[in-house]
């Protein structure tokens, strides 16, 4: 069986910046508590008319480049989204039409913010038995979109944006190791009540948004993070010690100080991209992963793990060498 490993990497914010400043003028909050309590300094939003694929194209198109890989030779798509363009086609066929790569199977997994890490372990799984050599992941979100702005427990902690990798098939790992779960009894802790087929509320304007139990979602967020990191680490007989970065989902600061407060890891070694990001659902995960990349943190052999937690619950780890 062929291992897999991430040969590029690529992001997408869009221009449009909200800080906290401007959220005072909107709900009745203050930039003080919102950093107190989440670390979000600023968000990005999408600006009009620009959607979940056009945040998808950029950041594919800077993980091909990353990679050195032309659109051409990508046989696989999988894209993680809760918020595509259309009800149908998906963002990954659409993706595929833009980048000019047509044949390869191409689909979005909704998988919430977990949505990368669940497209992540799909690809792998299929360079594993053969059926792809070169595959595009991706996690994209327009999330600004189904928050209600007037709702100071969500607005303050979302945005939008997009992150990418290129995956190949190659003779050594790459990827040691995926696992994904999901509890479907969490539903109401973290949910958008309407639906296609529930039906939305014909007396509110555009009354899809998220609904959320801030406090009771932080508290299965921590422990779950938590639990994955020592169970795929465990698995693979490895320690906290030996993984040079984890990458869990930027939900909140908090909730990254106090997983890796339980996990006994230095906050060093844990990307953090809650200040300039927020939270960006399923692009959180490979945005920060190309951060990191970028910036020069994470290096040729390093250890990473990344996390993914999210509505539904669903949640998923991904033990890595870059
Ligand atoms: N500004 C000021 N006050 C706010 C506020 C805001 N933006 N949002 C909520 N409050 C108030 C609440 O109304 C409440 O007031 P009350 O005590 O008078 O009722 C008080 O702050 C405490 O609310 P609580 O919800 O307990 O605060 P918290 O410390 O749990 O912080 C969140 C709220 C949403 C920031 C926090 O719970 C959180 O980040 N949870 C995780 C959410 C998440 O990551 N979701 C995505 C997972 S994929």
Same mark, same amino acid.
């Given at each position: 069986?062929?291992?897999?490993? #991430?040969?590029?990497?690529?992001?997408?914010?869009?221009?449009?910046?909200?800080?906290?400043?401007?959220?005072?003028?909107?709900?009745?909050?203050?930039?003080?508590? &919102?950093?107190?309590?989440?670390? !979000?300094?600023? $968000? *990005?939003?999408?600006?009009?008319?620009?959607?979940?694929?056009?945040?998808?194209? *950029?950041?594919? $198109?800077?993980?091909?480049?990353?990679?050195?890989?032309?659109?051409?030779?990508?046989?696989? &798509?999988?894209?993680?989204?809760?918020?595509?363009?259309?009800?149908?086609?998906?963002?990954?066929?659409?993706?595929?039409?833009?980048?000019?790569?047509?044949?390869?199977?191409?689909?979005?997994?909704? %998988?919430?913010?977990? /949505?990368?890490?669940?497209?992540?372990? #799909?690809?792998?799984?299929?360079?594993?038995? /053969?059926?792809?050599?070169?595959? =595009?992941?991706?996690?994209?979100?327009?999330?600004?979109?189904?928050?209600?702005?007037?709702?100071?427990?969500?607005? #303050?902690?979302?945005?939008?944006?997009?992150?990418?990798?290129?995956?190949?098939?190659?003779?050594?790992?790459?990827?040691?190791?995926?696992?994904?779960?999901?509890?479907?009894?969490?539903?109401?802790?973290?949910?958008?009540? %309407?639906?296609?087929?529930?039906?939305?509320?014909?007396? *509110?304007?555009?009354?899809?948004?998220?609904?959320?139990?801030?406090?009771?979602?932080?508290?299965? %967020?921590?422990?779950? =993070?938590?639990?994955?990191?020592?169970? &795929?680490?465990?698995?693979?007989?490895?320690?906290?010690?030996?993984?040079?970065?984890? #990458?869990?989902?930027?939900?909140? *600061?908090?909730?990254?100080?106090?997983?890796?407060?339980?996990?006994?890891?230095?906050?060093?070694?844990?990307?953090?991209?809650?200040?300039?990001?927020?939270?960006?659902?399923?692009?959180?995960?490979? =945005?920060?992963?190309? !951060?990191?990349?970028?910036?020069?943190?994470?290096? $040729?052999?390093?250890?990473?793990? =990344?996390?993914?937690?999210?509505? /539904?619950?669903?949640? /998923?780890?991904?033990?890595?060498?870059?």
């Amino acid at each position: 069986m062929n291992y897999a490993r #991430i040969v590029g990497t690529g992001g997408y914010l869009p221009e449009k910046v909200v800080s906290n400043a401007d959220l005072e003028q909107m709900i009745d909050t203050t930039a003080e508590w &919102i950093v107190e309590r989440t670390g !979000v300094e600023e $968000r *990005r939003v999408a600006a009009p008319g620009e959607t979940t694929c056009d945040l998808a194209e *950029r950041a594919a $198109r800077r993980a091909l480049d990353a990679a050195g890989v032309g659109p051409d030779a990508i046989d696989l &798509i999988v894209l993680g989204t809760t918020t595509p363009d259309h009800v149908f086609p998906s963002v990954a066929t659409q993706l595929q039409h833009r980048l000019g790569c047509h044949g390869g199977p191409a689909f979005d997994v909704q %998988a919430v913010c977990t /949505g990368f890490v669940y497209a992540l372990d #799909i690809a792998y799984r299929f360079i594993r038995t /053969g059926a792809s050599r070169k595959a =595009l992941v991706v996690g994209a979100d327009t999330f600004t979109r189904i928050i209600d702005w007037t709702d100071r427990g969500t607005c #303050i902690l979302f945005g939008d944006g997009a992150g990418a990798v290129v995956l190949e098939a190659a003779q050594e790992p790459g990827i040691i190791d995926s696992r994904l779960g999901a509890d479907g009894r969490y539903k109401e802790l973290l949910w958008v009540p %309407a639906g296609v087929s529930s039906g939305y509320d014909k007396t *509110r304007e555009n009354a899809a948004f998220v609904e959320m139990r801030g406090s009771e979602v932080f508290k299965v %967020a921590v422990t779950t =993070l938590k639990d994955i990191a020592e169970q &795929i680490l465990a698995a693979n007989r490895m320690r906290v010690a030996d993984v040079n970065w984890v #990458i869990p989902h930027q939900a909140n *600061r908090r909730i990254l100080a106090a997983t890796a407060k339980r996990l006994g890891l230095p906050e060093e070694r844990m990307v953090d991209c809650v200040r300039t990001h927020g939270n960006t659902s399923a692009a959180s995960v490979p =945005l920060a992963l190309d !951060v990191a990349v970028r910036d020069g943190r994470i290096q $040729r052999g390093d250890t990473v793990l =990344l996390e993914g937690f999210g509505g /539904g619950f669903t949640w /998923g780890a991904t033990l890595l060498k870059y």
